[in-house]
């Protein structure tokens, strides 16, 4: 039972340098979103996707974009990284249950940009 | 106003007390409502969805409170392994997206 998996768990960057973060699902899920989480913030929405070949902005997605070329993967990349961007970033996906959007979690990838 | 507001805690109870925590909501339209668990460094984890006749599970009642806007976590007989942090976790009708509260964080000491 993989569920959702982020890669890599853990990267150090320097400011200006890219990077590529993976999150794959198992589940056959339309929806998928990456999250960032810094202390005192809680979850903040980068951005998300409803399909296949869908994208669209959170509420934090300056700095970040994203693509949905398969259903089960949503990639989130950064161009040129900034230290603001040293945060925990989190992958999700899920369905829509009748009203219920009931979201299942990656385990998370730790950035530190220096 | 956040969307979602939860107090930050810490909540520090003893074993075997029972702990509640609150949570407000400011978008009258929002119609689905969570608990979500984070323990430290993890991930968050869906522990209840929120219902209008309010819904238990085991040691946990959740409730819904619409006229006020808010929802409520009962824990009833703390355990060590409770000690986490609680996401209060709210969307509207077929929305695409949830709102996060920052969390309350509960710590139970032997």
Redesign the interface.
């Known amino acids: 039972n993989a569920g959702v998996t982020q890669t890599p768990k853990f990267r150090v960057l320097k400011t200006g340098q890219s990077m590529t973060l993976l999150c794959a699902q198992d589940m056959n899920h339309e929806?998928m979103?990456w999250?960032r989480q810094d202390p005192?913030?809680?979850?903040r929405?980068i951005h998300?996707s409803?399909g296949e070949g869908t994208t669209?902005k959170?509420e934090v997605p300056d700095g970040y974009n994203v693509s949905r070329l398969k259903k089960q993967n949503f990639l989130l990349g950064l161009e040129s990284a900034a230290p603001s961007q040293t945060s925990v970033y989190?992958c999700a996906s899920s369905y829509?249950a009748e009203?219920?959007?009931?979201?299942?979690?990656?385990?998370?990838t730790r950035l530190s940009v220096l | 106003r956040k969307e979602v507001e939860q107090d930050p805690g810490p909540f520090n109870v003893p074993e075997g007390a029972t702990v509640a925590f609150n949570c407000t909501y400011s978008n009258s339209a929002s119609q689905s409502f969570f608990w979500y668990r984070q323990d430290c460094r993890k991930e968050p984890k869906l522990l209840m969805s929120v219902y209008s006749s309010g819904n238990e599970d085991g040691r946990f009642t959740a409730q819904l409170n619409r006229a006020s806007q808010y929802i409520s976590l009962l824990i009833r007989d703390s355990k060590l392994s409770d000690s986490a942090t609680y996401l209060c976790v709210v969307g509207t009708y077929n929305t695409d997206k949830l709102i996060f509260g920052t969390g309350t964080r509960l710590q139970v000491f032997p």
């Open positions: 929806y979103y999250y005192g913030m809680g979850l929405l998300y409803v669209a959170g989190f829509l009203r219920e959007n009931i979201q299942y979690f990656g385990a998370g």
